[in-house]
């Protein structure tokens, strides 16, 4: 099960972290290049203007190719089964890398472009496809741990592009086309890995009424003694849903047996994006040079922003079959309210006292610890445990297209926000995340240790009224 979910995860959400991180260490390379490219092509400077829009592009639209991945996932999930689904996901992956690394030698910036596009619907996929095949071969007791392998990997790709990323490494003016196109290695270690395991065994008997197979997989998975309660679990969910077919996304949206559970996931996926975390990584620079750390060492700070996400994903992991969801992730709210109040106090009076900017220093980090620690790694693990077979990719791809919209969004208008509130823009944050906060307290049943049949019971209370 481990080396399953590593094998799954290399190729999945390790991508999403890396390709996020690794964009930042060429930015002054590739303004160069695309200064030199245009020069060359049209004879004249690149305006300024024209320069930032580019440069914008290249950035943003990466996560435009996560939303056509996260519309795209849900259903070569059900088409290919989620192993298949992941192989083929790979080879976008190493074309998306070829192209990155051919824009340089061959001064076409549009192919830089086209890469990150593809390299976008490739994370866009991997974060819709991986979390489902986890979830799935987990065994009850030990889900929410193993569904916390996509957090992992994820803030552990955001990490390995932020050292890779750095000047000693690849982040130096030679080798930023090598830099991006280095996300292929990942591609290959999952072609190479995963072809040994087996399928969803859910998938397998749900969707393909493949028996068999099913009870092979469990038991490569479980154990020869172990898996006869895991088979028992996916019969009575296979006979629950009596054949019903695949939902596809609009599906859900008329279904009143799922509306609070949609509601859940449209309120924790836009929770965790507008969380403010994205603000923290932007105002962490100026706040690492007010605490006197000079321009050459803060990428080496960074890296610690990084290693914290990372350490509290893997926190979480261990706590999470050990507390449950709820306390994890509504604690994880009310602390990034209590770090967004503190934050706003030390931004507003940061030159009043030499010790000021070390206490926005510490709040960086402690608001990055409480986001890994709850809302960074539960919703992702919640939104497999909600929904039944046939409703869980439809649910993943309404989560991966608002997560992916919401991720956008921010991104263009983040400086906008900051420009016009300074450092009050944590406030918006503050009462953002204490509205989620409520909400999973009010809505959320916790799902510990329950079969997702008993899960979707509870729901049955809140979507028909106590009585049905």
Same mark, same amino acid.
């Given at each position: 099960?481990?080396l399953?979910?590593?094998a ?8 999403y972290?890396?390709?996020v991180?690794?964009i930042n260490a060429p930015t002054q390379h590739i ?5 030199? +490219?245009w ?6 400077e690149l ?7 580019l440069?914008s592009v290249i950035a ?12 795209m996932?849900g ?6 089964g989620?192993k ?6 790979n080879?976008?992956?190493?074309v998306?890398s ?5 824009s340089y030698?061959?001064?076409l910036?549009?192919l830089?472009?086209?890469?990150r596009?593809l390299?976008?619907i490739?994370?866009g996929?991997?974060f819709?496809?991986?979390?489902l ?5 987990a065994?009850?007791h030990?889900?929410?741990g193993l569904?916390m392998?996509?957090s992992i990997?994820l803030?552990?790709?955001?990490l ?9 490494l ?9 830099l991006l ?12 890995f995963l ?5 969803s065994p859910?998938y397998?008997l ?9 009870a092979?997989a469990l038991?490569r998975f ?6 006869r309660?895991?088979m028992?679990?996916?019969q ?5 849903l009596d054949g019903?077919k695949?939902?596809?996304?609009w599906?859900l949206?008329?279904d009143?047996?799922v ?15 507008l969380?403010?975390i ?5 105002y ?6 007010a605490a ?7 990428p080496?700070?960074?890296l610690?922003?990084g290693a914290c996400?990372?350490l ?11 507390l449950?969801?709820r306390y ?7 602390l990034m ?7 706003t106090f ?5 030159d009043?006292?030499?010790w000021v900017?070390y ?5 960086i980090f ?10 960074g790694?539960i919703t992702? +693990?919640l939104?497999?445990e ?7 990719p439809a649910a ?10 919401s991720f956008?969004?921010?991104?263009m208008?983040f400086p ?11 406030l ?13 307290f009010l ?5 510990k ?8 019971k509870?729901?049955h209370?809140?979507?028909?009224g106590?009585?049905?």
């Amino acid at each position: 099960l481990f080396l399953a979910v590593c094998a799954v995860g290399i190729g999945g959400t390790f991508q999403y972290g890396y390709n996020v991180s690794i964009i930042n260490a060429p930015t002054q390379h590739i303004h160069k290049f695309l200064n030199e +490219t245009w020069t060359s092509r049209y004879g004249k400077e690149l305006n300024p203007d024209l320069l930032t829009f580019l440069w914008s592009v290249i950035a943003s639209i990466f996560s435009l190719g996560g939303l056509c991945g996260a519309l795209m996932g849900g259903s070569m999930a059900i088409r290919l089964g989620r192993k298949g689904a992941l192989l083929m996901n790979n080879i976008i992956a190493i074309v998306a890398s070829i192209l990155m690394g051919l824009s340089y030698p061959t001064g076409l910036f549009e192919l830089l472009i086209a890469g990150r596009f593809l390299i976008g619907i490739n994370s866009g996929i991997g974060f819709c496809v991986q979390p489902l095949y986890v979830g799935e071969i987990a065994p009850k007791h030990l889900r929410g741990g193993l569904a916390m392998g996509t957090s992992i990997f994820l803030t552990g790709g955001i990490l390995t592009g932020q050292i890779i990323g750095l000047r000693e490494l690849l982040g130096g003016e030679k080798y930023w086309p090598l830099l991006l196109s280095s996300s292929c290695f990942p591609a290959f270690a999952q072609l190479l890995f995963l072809p040994w395991f087996p399928e969803s065994p859910r998938y397998l008997l749900i969707d393909r009424g493949d028996e068999l197979s099913c009870a092979k997989a469990l038991k490569r998975f479980h154990g020869s003694s172990e898996y006869r309660r895991e088979m028992e679990d996916i019969q009575r969910e296979s006979s629950a849903l009596d054949g019903e077919k695949p939902k596809k996304p609009w599906q859900l949206f008329t279904d009143g047996g799922v509306r609070w559970q949609l509601i859940t996931v449209i309120v924790m996926t836009m929770g965790q994006q507008l969380s403010g975390i994205n603000a923290i990584y932007f105002y962490a620079t100026y706040i690492f040079e007010a605490a006197g750390i000079s321009a050459e060492k803060i990428p080496y700070v960074t890296l610690g922003t990084g290693a914290c996400e990372c350490l509290t994903a893997l926190s979480c992991g261990l706590l999470i079959d050990y507390l449950g969801r709820r306390y994890l992730i509504i604690g994880g709210y009310l602390l990034m309210t209590l770090w967004c109040t503190v934050l706003t106090f030390s931004l507003t009076y940061q030159d009043l006292y030499s010790w000021v900017p070390y206490v926005s220093m510490m709040s960086i980090f402690a608001f990055i610890l409480s986001f890994g620690l709850g809302p960074g790694g539960i919703t992702n +693990t919640l939104i497999a445990e909600l929904f039944v077979q046939s409703s869980r990719p439809a649910a993943y791809m309404i989560g991966g297209t608002l997560s992916w919209i919401s991720f956008f969004t921010i991104g263009m208008l983040f400086p906008f926000i900051v420009n016009g509130l300074k450092q009050y823009c944590f406030l918006v944050f503050l009462l953002e995340c204490s509205f989620v906060a409520a909400f999973i307290f009010l809505v959320i049943p916790e799902t510990k240790n329950k079969s997702f049949l008993e899960i979707k019971k509870e729901f049955h209370k809140l979507n028909f009224g106590k009585h049905t």
